[in-house]
C-alpha cells in the first residue's frame, strides 16, 4: 500500500511479484506489479501493470575464470526488458559489476543505454540494487533498495528514483523458519517521475511512502 504517489493515483494498493534464479551462465530477475488506485475520484486509469526481466550473462561463469579482486566479485552484461500497461516494450543493455563486502548480502551496479517504448536509444540509466543485514534485540532486519538516475539526454529531463525498503523477519520472531514472513516499510522520493518535468502546474517530484506485508517461498 502506497500513499502520496504523483502522475498516479495518490494512495494505492498493488499486489508485486518477484523472482531471481541463478544458472550455469548468469542469472535472472523478474518482478511484476499490478497497480489499483484506491481513489474513487481518481479520473485516470484505475489500475494498471508493469513487468520487467533482467537476465545477466556472467564473464566469470562463463569462461570459467573467476575475476575476483578486492571489493570486485564478477562483471557481468545485462539486458533490461520491460512492459507497462499500453506502451511498447523497453530495451536497456548494458554491462553490470557485482560488488563484495562484508556489510552487504549484495551490491549490484548497472550502467544501460536505454531504448525506451514508442522512442530510441534517447537516454543512459546508472542501477544500483543493494540488501543490508542487520539485527538487534528486537529481532532480524535487513534494508533492500534501488536507485536509479537516467542522465536526461536528448532534451529529455534527468530522473533520480529512489526506494529504500525496512524489512522485518515477523516470521523468525513468531517462531517460524526465518527469511520468509517480512513486514515492512517503503520510501520513494523521486524526481521527474516517468521523465515527465516537474512544474508548478503539473508535479512529478514525489516523496510517497507505504507499507507491505511480504512472503518469499524460498
Excluded at 27 to 45: A, P, R, T
Excluded at 107 to 118: A, K, M, V
Excluded at 192 to 214: C, E, H, L
Amino acid at each position: 500500500m502506497q500513499f502520496e504517489n504523483r502522475v498516479d493515483p495518490r494512495k494505492t494498493l498493488s499486489p508485486i511479484l518477484e523472482a531471481f534464479g541463478d544458472y550455469s551462465v548468469g542469472d535472472m530477475y523478474v518482478y511484476s506489479i499490478w497497480q489499483n488506485s484506491l481513489q474513487n475520484d481518481y479520473k485516470g486509469d484505475k489500475s494498471t501493470y508493469y513487468y520487467k526481466f533482467v537476465p545477466r550473462v556472467s564473464f566469470s561463469k562463463v569462461t570459467g575464470n573467476d575475476i575476483s579482486f578486492g571489493p570486485l566479485k564478477d562483471i557481468l552484461f545485462a539486458q533490461w526488458v520491460a512492459k507497462t500497461k499500453g506502451m511498447d516494450y523497453d530495451y536497456f543493455p548494458g554491462i553490470s559489476i557485482d560488488w563484495q563486502t562484508n556489510w552487504t548480502s549484495w551490491l549490484r551496479t548497472t550502467f544501460y543505454f536505454e531504448n525506451n517504448g514508442n522512442s530510441s536509444w534517447n537516454d543512459q540509466r546508472v542501477h544500483i540494487d543493494y540488501g543490508i543485514p542487520f539485527n538487534n534485540r528486537l529481532g532480524d532486519f535487513r534494508i533492500v533498495g534501488t536507485f536509479d538516475y537516467t542522465l536526461g539526454l536528448h532534451g529529455k529531463p534527468e530522473t533520480i528514483d529512489f526506494k529504500p525498503e525496512l524489512h522485518y523477519d515477523l516470521g523468525k520472531h513468531l517462531g517460524n523458519q526465518p527469511g520468509h514472513l517480512w513486514i515492512g516499510i517503503v520510501l520513494n522520493p523521486i524526481k521527474n517521475k516517468y521523465k515527465i518535468r516537474d512544474t508548478s502546474y503539473y508535479r512529478t517530484d514525489q516523496f510517497s511512502y507505504g507499507a507491505f506485508i511480504r512472503y518469499s517461498f524460498f
